[in-house]
T-cell receptor, first 114, second 114 residues
């Protein structure tokens, strides 16, 4: 298995532009998580899905952030409009079931908003 | 919500010595405690985990202990090697009731001195 695949690996965009981050979870995993990592705040859970349905989006910072999971093999995290404070590494993670199993992380997308 | 504190933020040990990283959590409902290792430019990788019904778990040179009463858990690495140098994260979460996201500590940068 190739693991969790994220794209792009790096994204540089101008303030005000729309940014879309993509994730392909591990096949067969029921849960998908989006995390954001910064030096100041560490790893923060933004949203997670179970069987493609959003379960908890309380970590999404603002309405500028939205996430979708149209099918079991694909998810997107969109920021519109982007701001410099959104600069961070965004990780997608998936896990096979809800019982005592850790999540597997992708390589992350490093987003820089200038 | 859950709050996880992790200490120390940086730990430097001589190759061959042991390293101990400690975490505390606040939510007594948390029942799952994984540890992740993150190397530069990569996503966090699950290295060991423990459930709340277990006090200790060992896997080769790494071990984790859990004290539910005191709400703290620790990672122990023995006979440290250069490849152990990385950032280590503890996490706490509740698995089995809908809240399947993890709360992470701020991380410990482990440096193995040759």
């Amino acid at each position: 298995d190739a693991g969790v695949i994220q794209s792009p690996r790096h994204e540089v965009t101008e303030m005000g532009q729309e940014v879309t981050l993509r994730c392909k979870p591990i096949s067969g995993h029921d849960y998908l998580f989006w995390y954001r990592q910064t030096m100041m705040r560490g790893l923060e859970l933004l949203i997670y899905f179970n069987n493609n349905v959003p379960i908890d989006d309380s970590g999404m910072p603002e309405d500028r952030f939205s996430a979708k999971m149209p099918n079991a093999s694909f998810s997107t995290l969109k920021i519109q409009p982007s701001e410099p404070r959104d600069s961070a590494v965004y990780f997608c993670a998936s896990k096979p079931d809800r019982v005592y199993r850790g999540a597997f992380f992708g390589q992350g997308t490093r987003l820089t908003v200038v | 919500g859950e709050n996880v504190e992790q200490h120390p933020s940086t730990l430097s040990v001589q190759e061959g010595d042991s390293a101990v990283i400690k975490c505390t959590y606040s939510d007594s409902a948390s029942n799952y405690f994984p540890w992740y290792k993150q190397e530069l430019g990569k996503g966090p990788q699950l290295i060991i985990d423990i459930r709340s019904n277990v006090g200790e778990k060992k896997d080769q040179r790494i071990a984790v202990t859990l004290n539910k009463t005191a709400k703290h858990f620790s990672l122990h690495i023995t006979e440290t090697q250069p490849e152990d140098s990385a950032v280590y994260f503890c996490a706490a979460g509740y698995s089995g009731g809908g809240a399947d996201g993890l709360t992470f500590g701020k991380g410990t940068h482990l440096i193995i001195q040759p």
